[in-house]
Protein backbone atom coordinates (compact mmCIF):
# COMPACT_ATOMS: atom_id res chain seq x y z
CA UNK A 1 0.00 0.00 0.00
CA UNK A 2 3.00 2.54 0.75
CA UNK A 3 4.66 1.67 -2.12
CA UNK A 4 1.47 2.72 -4.21
CA UNK A 5 1.08 5.73 -2.65
CA UNK A 6 4.77 6.86 -3.35
CA UNK A 7 4.61 6.13 -6.82
CA UNK A 8 1.13 7.95 -7.60
CA UNK A 9 2.18 10.29 -9.62
CA UNK A 10 -1.59 10.88 -11.12
CA UNK A 11 -2.64 14.05 -12.10
CA UNK A 12 1.03 16.31 -11.96
CA UNK A 13 1.23 16.85 -15.28
CA UNK A 14 -1.77 18.13 -15.75
CA UNK A 15 -0.85 22.08 -14.32
CA UNK A 16 2.20 22.14 -16.67
CA UNK A 17 0.77 21.18 -19.30
CA UNK A 18 -1.96 23.97 -19.14
CA UNK A 19 1.25 26.53 -17.65
CA UNK A 20 2.98 25.10 -21.23
CA UNK A 21 -0.21 25.95 -23.26
CA UNK A 22 -0.71 29.99 -21.58
CA UNK A 23 2.89 30.06 -22.62
CA UNK A 24 2.64 29.34 -26.38
CA UNK A 25 -1.27 31.10 -26.51
CA UNK A 26 0.92 33.97 -25.72
CA UNK A 27 4.00 33.59 -27.68
CA UNK A 28 1.46 32.80 -30.66
CA UNK A 29 -0.60 36.03 -30.05
CA UNK A 30 2.93 38.04 -29.60
CA UNK A 31 4.10 37.10 -32.97
CA UNK A 32 1.17 37.88 -34.48
CA UNK A 33 0.69 41.39 -33.44
CA UNK A 34 4.30 42.10 -34.63
CA UNK A 35 3.75 39.95 -37.77
CA UNK A 36 0.84 42.58 -38.36
CA UNK A 37 2.37 45.97 -37.38
CA UNK A 38 5.36 44.51 -40.12
CA UNK A 39 3.47 43.37 -42.70
CA UNK A 40 1.57 46.95 -42.43
CA UNK A 41 4.64 48.88 -42.43
CA UNK A 42 5.69 47.10 -45.42
CA UNK A 43 2.77 47.25 -47.60
CA UNK A 44 2.05 51.45 -46.23
CA UNK A 45 5.69 51.83 -47.38
CA UNK A 46 4.90 49.93 -50.57
CA UNK A 47 2.49 52.61 -51.46
CA UNK A 48 4.28 55.50 -50.53
CA UNK A 49 7.14 54.38 -52.88
CA UNK A 50 4.94 53.94 -55.47
CA UNK A 51 3.05 57.31 -55.10
CA UNK A 52 6.25 59.31 -55.14
CA UNK A 53 7.97 57.35 -58.10
CA UNK A 54 4.58 57.98 -59.60
CA UNK A 55 4.42 61.38 -59.17
CA UNK A 56 8.10 61.77 -60.23
CA UNK A 57 7.65 60.83 -62.90
CA UNK A 58 4.90 63.33 -64.63
CA UNK A 59 7.55 65.72 -65.54
CA UNK A 60 6.88 67.46 -68.65
CA UNK A 61 8.66 66.93 -71.71
CA UNK A 62 10.33 69.98 -71.90
CA UNK A 63 11.72 69.22 -68.58
CA UNK A 64 12.83 66.42 -69.84
CA UNK A 65 15.22 68.07 -72.33
CA UNK A 66 15.37 71.40 -71.54
CA UNK A 67 15.73 71.30 -68.03
CA UNK A 68 18.60 69.27 -67.07
CA UNK A 69 20.18 70.25 -63.42
CA UNK A 70 23.53 68.50 -62.90
CA UNK A 71 21.84 64.54 -64.21
CA UNK A 72 18.45 65.52 -61.77
CA UNK A 73 15.33 65.92 -64.09
CA UNK A 74 13.30 69.14 -63.35
CA UNK A 75 9.57 68.52 -62.14
CA UNK A 76 6.85 70.60 -63.43
CA UNK A 77 3.73 69.33 -62.49
CA UNK A 78 0.96 68.96 -59.79
CA UNK A 79 2.42 66.32 -57.43
CA UNK A 80 -0.63 66.00 -55.00
CA UNK A 81 -2.96 65.58 -57.79
CA UNK A 82 -0.55 62.79 -59.06
CA UNK A 83 -0.28 61.31 -55.99
CA UNK A 84 -3.97 61.44 -55.33
CA UNK A 85 -4.31 59.94 -59.01
CA UNK A 86 -1.81 56.97 -58.15
CA UNK A 87 -4.05 56.22 -55.25
CA UNK A 88 -7.06 56.46 -56.99
CA UNK A 89 -5.87 53.75 -59.88
CA UNK A 90 -4.29 51.26 -57.42
CA UNK A 91 -7.51 51.85 -54.94
CA UNK A 92 -4.90 52.26 -52.19
CA UNK A 93 -8.95 53.26 -49.89
CA UNK A 94 -10.20 49.50 -50.11
CA UNK A 95 -6.38 48.15 -48.99
CA UNK A 96 -5.56 50.58 -46.33
CA UNK A 97 -8.37 51.67 -43.33
CA UNK A 98 -7.48 55.15 -42.74
CA UNK A 99 -4.68 56.07 -45.11
CA UNK A 100 -3.69 59.62 -45.83
CA UNK A 101 -1.14 60.23 -48.23
CA UNK A 102 0.50 63.83 -48.93
CA UNK A 103 3.03 64.42 -51.57
CA UNK A 104 5.04 67.98 -51.87
CA UNK A 105 8.11 68.65 -54.24
CA UNK A 106 11.20 68.95 -52.96
CA UNK A 107 11.60 68.28 -48.79
CA UNK A 108 8.56 71.58 -48.07
CA UNK A 109 5.24 70.62 -47.86
CA UNK A 110 3.72 74.15 -48.41
CA UNK A 111 3.03 73.53 -52.18
CA UNK A 112 1.97 70.80 -54.38
CA UNK A 113 3.32 72.54 -57.33
CA UNK A 114 6.74 71.06 -58.48
CA UNK A 115 8.17 74.02 -60.52
CA UNK A 116 11.85 73.16 -61.19
CA UNK A 117 11.91 70.81 -57.86
CA UNK A 118 13.76 67.55 -58.57
CA UNK A 119 12.26 65.34 -55.88
CA UNK A 120 9.51 64.32 -54.46
CA UNK A 121 8.50 63.17 -51.25
CA UNK A 122 5.65 61.27 -49.79
CA UNK A 123 4.38 61.20 -45.94
CA UNK A 124 2.16 58.67 -46.15
CA UNK A 125 0.07 57.37 -42.72
CA UNK A 126 -2.59 54.59 -41.72
CA UNK A 127 -3.72 53.04 -38.29
CA UNK A 128 -3.15 49.39 -37.87
CA UNK A 129 -5.46 47.54 -35.07
CA UNK A 130 -3.62 44.54 -33.48
CA UNK A 131 -5.35 40.96 -32.57
CA UNK A 132 -3.35 40.89 -28.77
CA UNK A 133 -5.22 43.92 -27.71
CA UNK A 134 -8.24 43.65 -29.44
CA UNK A 135 -8.85 40.41 -27.22
CA UNK A 136 -7.00 42.01 -23.98
CA UNK A 137 -8.97 44.59 -24.76
CA UNK A 138 -7.88 48.15 -24.46
CA UNK A 139 -4.91 48.61 -22.04
CA UNK A 140 -4.12 52.30 -23.43
CA UNK A 141 -5.77 54.72 -24.70
CA UNK A 142 -3.12 55.61 -27.06
CA UNK A 143 -3.27 52.04 -28.95
CA UNK A 144 -7.31 51.91 -28.43
CA UNK A 145 -8.19 53.27 -32.12
CA UNK A 146 -4.93 51.25 -33.23
CA UNK A 147 -1.08 52.44 -33.76
CA UNK A 148 -0.40 55.29 -36.35
CA UNK A 149 1.97 53.94 -39.18
CA UNK A 150 3.69 56.92 -40.56
CA UNK A 151 6.56 56.34 -43.25
CA UNK A 152 8.24 58.55 -46.12
CA UNK A 153 8.94 58.26 -49.72
CA UNK A 154 11.70 60.13 -51.48
CA UNK A 155 12.08 59.96 -55.06
CA UNK A 156 14.17 61.88 -57.67
CA UNK A 157 14.36 61.41 -61.78
CA UNK A 158 18.38 60.89 -62.56
CA UNK A 159 19.03 61.43 -66.17
CA UNK A 160 21.90 58.89 -66.77
CA UNK A 161 23.44 59.74 -69.98
CA UNK A 162 23.41 63.93 -68.91
Same mark, same amino acid.
Given at each position: ???????????????????????????????? +??????? #?? &????? %?? !???? @????????????????????????????????????????????????????????? +??????? #?? &????? %?? !???? @?????????????????????????????????
Amino acid at each position: MIRRLRSDDEGSLIPLILFYFVVAATLVLVVT +DASKYYL #AR &RSLQS %AA !DGAA @LASAQSVSSQGVYSGLDHGALLLDGDVCQAVADYGAANHLADRFDELTMVGFPGDTN +DTCIATG #AT &RVTVV %AR !DKVR @LPLVSILGVVDDKVAGGITLTVTAHAELQCATC
